[in-house]
């Protein structure tokens, strides 16, 4: 069954009864314009038809005739718009002036009466009266029947003009009453719009009540038991986060001691057999346990943007701060680190610690996924009101096919390759997206020793503060006093 729609409902209980009333306005006005349009031809057919019976005389033979003078003949076949059509009878039926092919009425009158009716004539449709004047003052006197016709021309013209003056008001009336209504339904229906709008817009980790103080009253029970629902959900929602946090921490200490126990049998130097063991227990250990780091990473970022705080951060800063803890990774896998620092304009509105967290799995998986002796490229500038930051890399890169995947949870490009488990690009994106950011993939740097092109990642931020203002210094990064210099790790 097809939804149906409240304001489209409220449209049709409205503007239908009041389509109802007008349909009944104009058929009763057309009934009463039509009954005194008829009424007020019909008295001047008959004052015609009064002033023919005054020149009907009987000769002396006993013979019916009139004598019309031309003019006069002229005045009653004139009429402008319509045509006029006469027929005078005698007693006996014989023709004595006119139309002898003029539709009688049904029921011929009485003496000194007269009787309406409409008929056809010459394929028109006319409107008639004949009037019965007897022969003599004898009360058997016969009748001669005088008929007088015309066409509805002007009688229609004057219905449809008399209809027009009494609808028009009606008209408008109806017209300024369906834009009052039209308008009455927007601003009722608007704060429902209004809340449509504001859960569109809500991230589907805001799950904090929907404010009820400006909903009409009759929206209040449903917004209360929305807000109980999403009490509901956001209880279930920080029970699930406690549990991931809690099992990560009870599974560190387990998971290190066995990676450490593993690395140190190795050393003994075992029995192949036994040290093929030991391998595969130090490799599911060590992919294990960065799995339960990105656990509680992940634990960590839903807990902070569900109550995320926004403030002034300098990218360059936290460059600076986040790129000093991966020096020493990237120099196990001889990885030369590149920062370059192209604008000064640098602040965004964030939250540090997320953005340190975002920034940490970029370099995570940059060096994690590139060859030894490879290159990573960091690159901060600004592109209009945005700040770009670049991680580019000369690793394995992302087949084009996947690129709209793998900031997916758990989504892993080759299972088989490396230690990650899926989780760090996910947050990388979710981090962005509470920032209203974008993120973006493309073809990275060529390896220096193969054949390999990996990839570049670019996150761009709005700028929130176009104001230039120095580099700042002693942050680590042996960044030079102007933009557009790079240094190297």
Not at 248 to 256: E, G, N, V
Not at 287 to 302: F, K, V
Not at 429 to 446: D, F, R
Request: glycine letters at 4%.
């Amino acid at each position: 069954m097809a939804p149906r729609s409240l304001k489209n409902q409220l449209r049709l209980w409205l503007l239908l009864p009041m389509l109802v009333v007008l349909a009944v306005s104009a058929a009763l006005s057309y009934s009463r314009a039509l009954h005194y349009a008829t009424q007020a031809y019909d008295q001047a057919l008959l004052r015609t038809v009064l002033a023919l019976a005054d020149e009907v005389v009987i000769d002396a033979h006993n013979q019916v005739k009139i004598e019309i003078p031309e003019v006069a003949s002229h005045l009653l076949s004139y009429n402008e718009g319509d045509r006029i059509y006469i027929r005078i009878s005698a007693p006996d039926g014989r023709l004595v002036f006119g139309e002898s092919q003029l539709p009688l009425p049904p029921r011929l009158p009485a003496g000194n009466q007269q009787v309406y009716y409409n008929s056809q004539f010459q394929q028109e449709t006319i409107r008639a009266v004949t009037f019965g004047l007897p022969e003599s003052s004898a009360p058997n006197a016969r009748n001669i029947y005088i008929s007088m016709a015309e066409t509805t021309g002007k009688r229609d013209a004057m219905v449809a003009e008399m209809v027009e003056e009494m609808l028009l008001p009606q008209v408008l009336m109806m017209l300024l009453a369906a834009i009052v209504i039209e308008l009455g339904i927007f601003f009722a229906l608007k704060p429902m719009q209004d809340l449509r709008e504001a859960l569109h817009q809500r991230s589907h980790r805001d799950l904090s009540p929907v404010p009820t103080t400006t909903a009409p009253l009759e929206l209040h029970p449903v917004l209360d038991a929305m807000n109980a629902l999403l009490t509901r959900v956001k209880a279930g929602l920080q029970q699930q986060q406690q549990f991931i946090a809690d099992a990560s921490h009870q599974l560190r200490t387990p998971i290190a001691g066995l990676q450490t126990q593993a690395e140190l049998a190795l050393r003994e130097h075992p029995p192949a057999a036994i040290r093929e063991a030991l391998h595969y227990m130090l490799s599911s250990t060590t992919r294990l346990s960065h799995l339960i780091q990105r656990l509680l990473s992940m634990a960590r970022t839903d807990a902070a943007i569900t109550e995320l705080q926004l403030s002034p951060v300098s990218l360059t800063r936290l460059l600076s701060e986040v790129c000093a803890r991966w020096v020493v990774p990237a120099a196990d896998k001889q990885l030369e680190l590149e920062v370059m620092i192209e604008t000064t304009r640098d602040q965004i509105l964030g939250d540090a610690l997320m953005l340190e967290e975002m920034l940490s799995n970029l370099l995570d998986n940059a060096i994690q996924y590139t060859p030894e002796q490879g290159l990573l490229q960091i690159r901060l500038y600004a592109e209009g009101r945005h700040v770009c930051l670049e991680v580019a890399d000369s690793g394995v890169g992302i087949p084009p096919e996947q690129v709209d995947q793998i900031f997916e949870r758990f989504h892993r490009i080759n299972p088989n390759q490396g230690n990650g488990c899926g989780l760090g690009l996910a947050i990388v994106a979710e981090i962005v997206q509470y920032h209203n950011g974008s993120i973006s993939v493309t073809p990275g740097l060529m390896h220096p020793n193969c054949a390999l092109t990996g990839s570049r990642f670019t996150v761009k931020f709005e700028r929130y503060d176009s104001r230039p203002r120095p580099l700042p210094e002693n942050t680590g990064v042996n960044s030079p006093d102007l933009p557009g210099a790079h240094s190297k790790m």
